[in-house]
């Protein structure tokens, strides 16, 4: 039996005694329910021998979650309130699991660049709702999935969140990381109602971040391989029939995302989120020094120009460290203190771009080739 069988059993093995712990439980049968518990765990433990690095380490942390739930379970006695990770597998079984997020105060125009995606963003979401008769009348489609892929620190999440705020929509927004090791096993049915819940909303946004390690290739692991289908099952259910839902991913490792998932009808637009150009490096210089006390030896040309390569992310570390030897200085003489030319120039000794030229290398074959 290869691993990958040999982890499907696995899991329906740990399926079965989870749900038969569950039911001790409630059914208030304590010697049973901790040793369902402890059986299951076990069986997490030889599933994480056969897992990837990631999934392992999920599947040791559950492991030892229901270990302490049944060593915390009085087998005279068993509570009547459920242990923390019950309260967690109920939302598995649908109800309230999925609360929107706070739309964040995050707008347009505070970002960098990335004309593109506040176009198709206007298209898809933002321009319906203002215009509903206008795209009635030329049948334009509406909602739809997109897809943000770059370098990390080059504003996708923040772009999301923008998105998010400046349509007004109910914000879901998941890890991909966080399905999976929440809900090692569960993600499936996770997902399926992440889409439930937010079709029905008159306006929703499903953000999901980290999407290559919710749906990677498949044929490496069952779990995944099961996660995919499921998702591209939900993409495929709501595509044309939920014009308010849009589905938002972002990704550094678009590379890593199942090919099904990026064929048309599904994320049908791919965006690529690059480093700021030179324009985009000026707009977040100035952001970082609007109102604050600048000498007039600091030409924003100059750090606009040194700092090619780096990233939104590397740009706000860069001007925060700038800002730290005269913060110092002010509170030390208590007086504001210019930050200088030199402040900075040590500051781009000390960050140095976090993405290398052979990665947006990677970046650029991808999105010539593969968007
Ligand atoms: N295009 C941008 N415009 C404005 N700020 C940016 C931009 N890109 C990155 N940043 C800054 O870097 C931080 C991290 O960006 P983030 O959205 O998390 O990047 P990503 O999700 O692409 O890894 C942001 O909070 C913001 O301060
Ligand atoms: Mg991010």
Same mark, same amino acid.
């Given at each position: 039996?290869?691993?990958?069988?040999?982890?499907?059993?696995?899991?329906?093995?740990?399926?079965?005694?989870?749900?038969?712990?569950?039911?001790?439980?409630?059914?208030?049968?304590?010697?049973?329910?901790?040793?369902?518990?402890?059986?299951?765990?076990?069986?997490?433990?030889?599933?994480?021998?056969?897992?990837?690095?990631?999934?392992?380490?999920?599947?040791?942390?559950?492991?030892?979650?229901?270990?302490?739930?049944?060593?915390?379970?009085?087998?005279?006695?068993?509570?009547?309130?459920?242990?923390?990770?019950?309260?967690?597998?109920?939302?598995?079984?649908?109800?309230?699991?999925?609360?929107?997020?706070?739309?964040?105060?995050?707008? !347009?125009?505070?970002?960098?660049g990335l004309e593109d995606v506040k176009r198709a963003?206007?298209?898809?979401?933002?321009?319906?709702?203002?215009?509903?008769?206008?795209?009635?009348?030329?049948?334009?489609?509406?909602?739809?999935?997109?897809?943000?892929?770059?370098?990390?620190?080059?504003?996708?999440?923040?772009?999301?969140?923008?998105?998010?705020?400046?349509?007004?929509?109910?914000?879901?927004?998941?890890?991909?990381?966080?399905?999976?090791?929440?809900?090692?096993?569960?993600?499936?049915?996770?997902?399926? =109602?992440?889409?439930?819940?937010?079709? &029905?909303?008159?306006?929703?946004?499903?953000?999901?971040?980290?999407?290559? =390690?919710?749906?990677?290739?498949?044929?490496?692991? *069952?779990?995944?391989?099961?996660?995919?289908?499921?998702?591209? &099952?939900?993409?495929?259910? !709501?595509?044309?029939?939920?014009?308010?839902?849009?589905?938002?991913?972002?990704?550094?490792?678009?590379?890593?995302?199942?090919?099904?998932?990026?064929? =048309?009808?599904?994320?049908?637009?791919?965006?690529? *989120?690059?480093?700021?150009?030179?324009?985009?490096?000026?707009?977040?210089?100035?952001?970082?020094?609007?109102?604050?006390?600048?000498?007039?030896?600091?030409?924003?040309?100059?750090?606009?120009?040194?700092?090619?390569?780096?990233?939104?992310?590397?740009?706000?570390?860069?001007?925060?460290?700038?800002?730290?030897?005269?913060?110092?200085?002010?509170?030390?003489?208590?007086?504001?203190?210019?930050?200088?030319?030199?402040?900075?120039?040590?500051? !781009?000794?000390?960050?140095?771009?976090?993405?290398?030229?052979?990665?947006?290398?990677?970046?650029?074959?991808?999105?010539?080739?593969?968007?």
């Amino acid at each position: 039996m290869d691993d990958g069988m040999q982890l499907s059993v696995l899991n329906d093995t740990f399926g079965m005694y989870y749900a038969a712990a569950q039911k001790a439980l409630r059914e208030k049968r304590g010697a049973q329910a901790r040793r369902n518990y402890l059986l299951a765990a076990e069986t997490l433990l030889k599933m994480a021998k056969l897992s990837s690095p990631q999934l392992k380490k999920a599947r040791l942390e559950r492991a030892k979650r229901l270990t302490e739930i049944a060593e915390g379970i009085d087998a005279a006695a068993p509570r009547f309130s459920a242990p923390s990770e019950e309260k967690e597998s109920e939302r598995e079984e649908g109800e309230a699991q999925w609360k929107a997020a706070a739309v964040p105060n995050v707008h !347009f125009s505070d970002i960098a660049g990335l004309e593109d995606v506040k176009r198709a963003v206007t298209m898809r979401m933002i321009h319906p709702v203002k215009y509903p008769e206008k795209y009635a009348a030329y049948k334009k489609k509406t909602g739809g999935g997109l897809l943000l892929y770059g370098p990390p620190g080059t504003g996708k999440t923040m772009i999301a969140r923008a998105i998010a705020c400046e349509v007004g929509a109910v914000f879901y927004a998941v890890k991909g990381s966080d399905i999976v090791s929440k809900w090692v096993g569960e993600s499936e049915r996770n997902i399926s =109602s992440l889409f439930e819940t937010a079709k &029905q909303q008159k306006l929703a946004i499903i953000f999901i971040d980290e999407m290559d =390690s919710l749906i990677g290739s498949r044929g490496e692991d *069952v779990h995944n391989d099961r996660r995919v289908n499921e998702f591209l &099952q939900q993409i495929d259910g !709501f595509a044309g029939s939920c014009p308010n839902l849009l589905l938002l991913g972002a990704t550094n490792r678009p590379w890593d995302i199942d090919s099904a998932a990026l064929r =048309s009808g599904r994320f049908s637009q791919r965006i690529y *989120v690059p480093l700021p150009d030179a324009p985009a490096r000026k707009f977040l210089f100035e952001k970082a020094i609007e109102g604050v006390p600048l000498a007039s030896d600091v030409n924003v040309e100059e750090l606009v120009s040194r700092s090619e390569g780096y990233s939104g992310a590397d740009i706000a570390e860069l001007c925060d460290r700038a800002k730290e030897g005269p913060l110092l200085e002010s509170i030390r003489t208590d007086a504001l203190v210019d930050i200088r030319r030199e402040d900075f120039l040590r500051a !781009f000794e000390e960050v140095k771009p976090t993405v290398s030229a052979a990665e947006v290398k990677m970046f650029e074959r991808y999105a010539e080739n593969g968007a």
